[in-house]
């Protein structure tokens, strides 16, 4: 069928189903791209690849403190459908899909297990489906709303299809609460959503850190802004009081490689890691 009566498509612009075009702005960085290409994935453009460059001659251990961030996902969501039983996931900052997502962990060990993803980037929303391929005996879903809007991502009508707030949900918020900037009370947003999930739910976290490199993670935070990524890098008191109210799970905080290891994997440096992690139980 032939476009009759538009002009042609802006080649930075991608639709989705039953959505308009989405402007991906290659022309200027994004933190998803970002990213993507320091873990090695393809989907970035050279404004992004610029910004990541930058970023690694500011801090080189760079790359391998992401990389290490996206395997910690991995051991969290495993260990908790595994050693606590929960089969519902609600994944705020999804990124971009890197396989395994959230729903392929899950659905490895228990394949009724249900994962919302909630995003807000053009680009992770052009990407949407990869995240939908769930198990027959499972669902998924996507929601494009911000992390700040916690009504617009509770009441949205897909995430309300797929799971039951009135069962354990894990609240997983991994490598995003860096981008919200202290103006907008990331604890209380945090908290906000952790009020909606019933007794039995958890909560993944991490925090973007100096502490082990305060000069070349400095030099990160430097360049990011400068992009116009806001992005803001907190200490281990700050990391802790986003799980206030909340029981710890052993080991507690720690920078994210620390947190129950897999015993055959690669060591890694401290001050090569800017993330702490932790999970924690609402009770």
């Not at 051991?75 to 890197?98: C, K, M, N, S, Y």
Request: include cysteine.
């Amino acid at each position: 069928m032939s476009d009759t009566g538009r002009g042609p498509r802006n080649p930075q612009e991608q639709e989705t189903e039953g959505r308009p075009a989405v402007d991906l702005k290659m022309d200027v960085p994004h933190s998803a791209r970002v990213y993507d290409y320091l873990i090695g994935g393809k989907t970035n453009f050279e404004a992004d690849r610029v910004a990541a460059h930058a970023s690694v001659r500011a801090w080189p251990a760079l790359p391998i403190s992401m990389r290490t961030t996206r395997t910690f996902m991995q051991r969290v969501v495993r260990h908790l459908a595994e050693e606590h039983g929960v089969r519902q996931f609600l994944d705020i900052g999804t990124g971009l899909p890197t396989s395994p997502n959230v729903h392929e962990i899950a659905q490895a060990i228990a394949p009724q297990a249900r994962v919302a993803y909630v995003d807000n980037d053009p680009i992770v929303l052009t990407h949407a489906r990869a995240l939908m391929s769930s198990t027959p005996q499972g669902r998924t879903c996507y929601v494009d709303a911000d992390l700040r809007d916690v009504d617009s991502i509770i009441k949205a009508p897909q995430l309300r299809e797929v799971l039951d707030l009135s069962q354990p949900v894990a609240l997983s918020l991994i490598a995003i609460v860096h981008f919200v900037l202290d103006g907008d009370d990331p604890q209380g947003i945090v908290r906000r959503f952790m009020d909606e999930l019933a007794p039995g739910s958890f909560l993944a976290l991490t925090v973007f850190t100096g502490d082990s490199d305060p000069v070349g993670v400095g030099g990160v935070g430097r360049e990011y802004n400068a992009r116009g990524i806001p992005l803001q890098i907190r200490d281990k008191a700050q990391a802790l009081a986003f799980f206030d109210g909340y029981e710890l799970l052993d080991p507690g905080v720690t920078l994210v490689h620390q947190w129950r290891p897999d015993p055959d994997a690669d060591p890694v440096r401290d001050q090569d890691i800017a993330m702490y992690g932790g999970v924690a139980v609402k009770r």
